[in-house]
């Protein structure tokens, strides 16, 4: 009973020695973890990761329309998309993350449009306003991106087009 009692009292006390540098080893590693955790949140927060789609920077018609015929605005470029186009999907994520770039650094005037949803009348008045872009007799190439001048209401300029799906091509026309 005696050799027992001292058996558990030493393996008590053995244990009591050990059991403080397990506690501040357990403190390290959990502060270690705690600080792991909040680095990674906050790298998260400061660098989110950015979902880059047309609907992110587009406009409505209406708005893109309005912009146009906007006699304030002196240059402008257009970017034009439609949903189901295979090229304008293929260049979709560089394109977005330049023209969202432009626009944050240079304040650039850019407006994005998707073509499919033009009602009948606004395509009409479109392509009346811009001919320049039309390829083919009335049929617009997407995804075009054309570097624009507005002199007035009614007239329009374009400077430069990129009517072929190239990104290489498109972005010199942003530049």
Known sequence: ????IQKKFLKWKYSDDTMYLTARKSV???IGLLLLVVGIFIIFQVFPKHDYK???IDSTPKE???????????????VL?????KYCQKVEKPLVKKISGLKK??????VVMNVNEMSTNELKSFKNMIPAILVEGDKIPTPLVANLKLKSKNEITVLSKSETGELSEISNLIH
């Open 105 to 110: 650094e240079l304040r650039k005037n850019v």
């Open 54 to 56: 047309y609907s992110s």
């Open 28 to 30: 390290r590693i959990g």
């Open 1 to 4: 009973m005696k050799n027992f």
């Open 64 to 78: 893109a329309m309005s912009k146009l015929e906007s006699s304030n605005q002196k240059d402008l470029t257009l």
């Open 81 to 85: 998309y439609r949903d189901d186009c």
